[in-house]
Nanobody, 124 residues
Framework: QVQLVESGGGLVQAGGSLRLSCLVSGRAFSSYSMGWFRQAPGKEREFVAAVSWRVDSTLYADSVKGRFTISRDLGKNTVYLQMNSLKPEDTAVYSC?????????????????WGQGTQVTVSS
């Protein structure tokens, strides 16, 4: 089993920044990738960004490209999502997810483990 715990959500004004963290523990795949997804009230879950754990490979949704940056710290077993220039439409519950394959992908069904999520609210 893999456990994922997110932190760093909160309330921020439009144009502000937040950094989300996802602490990974438990079973270690020989190679895996991590993703961030979000879900706003009444909407479908949406892909945000993904990163390969051991290879420099990232993937971003068009809606966040240039504003969000995903990264990982192998020593701390943590994945980060730096969110800049936040907009009210970024308001959602953000969840991290893990899959047992190196290539980052955007399809949520490809991810095997999920965290509980952290709320991000951007006021206008």
């Amino acid at each position: 089993q893999v456990q994922l715990v997110e932190s760093g959500g909160g309330l921020v004004q439009a144009g502000g920044s937040l950094r989300l963290s996802c602490l990974v523990s438990g079973r270690a795949f020989s190679s895996y990738s991590m993703g961030w997804f979000r879900q706003a009230p009444g909407k479908e879950r949406e892909f945000v960004a993904a990163v390969s754990w051991r290879v420099d490979s990232t993937l971003y949704a068009d809606s966040v490209k240039g504003r969000f940056t995903i990264s990982r710290d192998l020593g701390k077993n943590t994945v980060y999502l730096q969110m800049n220039s936040l907009k009210p439409e970024d308001t959602a519950v953000y969840s991290c997810a893990a899959r047992g394959a190196w290539r980052p992908v955007s399809l949520s069904s490809e991810y095997h483990y999920w965290g509980q999520g952290t709320q991000v609210t951007v006021s206008s």
